[in-house]
């Protein structure tokens, strides 16, 4: 049985078994729960993944590549900030583990991700989502929703080292509602639609792809 000696072990067991709780509820497979470690010391890392927690999601290529190496190899890591290309290289190359990027927002950056991928020849694909500014807010990044269909078409068809994962949005939060609550907006509900009639050109049965939807305090939704 999995550890639960400090804090950090403790609320990972309980927020596991929340969504579980939840997805038996609603009939739906459980979430990935992926720890945003991002400014975390690998001590509290580690404390985490004592309680079987083994995806992590950090925002910076160097601290990324620094804590890789610190860290058990079946660390499934997810890049979850937003990645110049001049940092693809290092990320490749200093994270043999690395499982997804998560925001991959233009053609530009999944052939550079594509190739640097080939050429670490790893012995499978990279997972990778289109991050999408559902919100369509300044403050954040991604692309616009009309954009989605057609980039991920690019690296579906473009990228033969990338694994199209899903799309990684983010909603605004409501705060006129008397608890916060999530909002997508309509540029939100046409892109997911858009995608969701795109997926059967994929032609592929045994991939289910996911959504990434939401922010810190939103795991009921």
């Known amino acids: 049985s999995p550890r639960m000696t400090t804090p950090i072990g ?14 038996t509820r609603l009939k739906i497979k459980p979430p990935r729960l ?5 400014t975390k010391p690998v001590e509290m890392l580690m404390q985490a993944y004592d309680a079987e927690q083994r995806a992590f999601g950090e925002n910076y290529v160097q601290e990324l590549v620094d804590k890789a190496p610190r860290m058990p190899p ?17 990320l490749v190359a200093g994270v043999p583990n690395l499982s997804v ?3 991959v927002d233009s053609e530009k950056l999944a052939s550079l991700i594509d190739k640097e991928w080939k050429i670490a020849a790893r012995d499978r694909p990279l997972n990778v989502m289109v991050q999408v500014n559902t919100s369509e807010e300044d403050s954040k990044s991604g692309l616009a929703p009309e954009e989605a269909v057609r980039l991920s078409t690019f690296i579906h068809e473009r ?19 008397q608890s ?5 907006g309509d540029g939100g509900c ?19 792809y996911m959504p990434y939807t939401g922010w810190s305090s939103s795991g009921d939704l």
């Not at 990228?159 to 509602?177: I, N, Q, V």
């Not at 916060?180 to 997508?184: D, G, I, M, Y």
């Not at 046409?190 to 289910?208: K, Q, Y």
């Open 10 to 23: 403790e609320a990972c067991v309980v927020l596991r078994q929340r969504t579980y709780e939840l997805s």
């Open 34 to 38: 992926v720890a945003v470690s991002k």
């Open 74 to 90: 079946d660390v499934q890591w997810h890049f979850i900030g937003h990645l110049q290309s001049n940092k693809v290289k290092a």
């Open 101 to 103: 990027i998560e925001t």
């Open 159 to 177: 990228c033969p080292s990338l694994h199209l994962m899903g799309l990684m949005t983010m909603g605004f939060l409501d705060t006129s509602a």
């Open 180 to 184: 916060a609550c999530f909002q997508v």
């Open 190 to 208: 046409s892109c997911w639609c858009g995608f969701a009639s795109f997926l059967p050109s994929l032609h592929n049965a045994e991939t289910s």
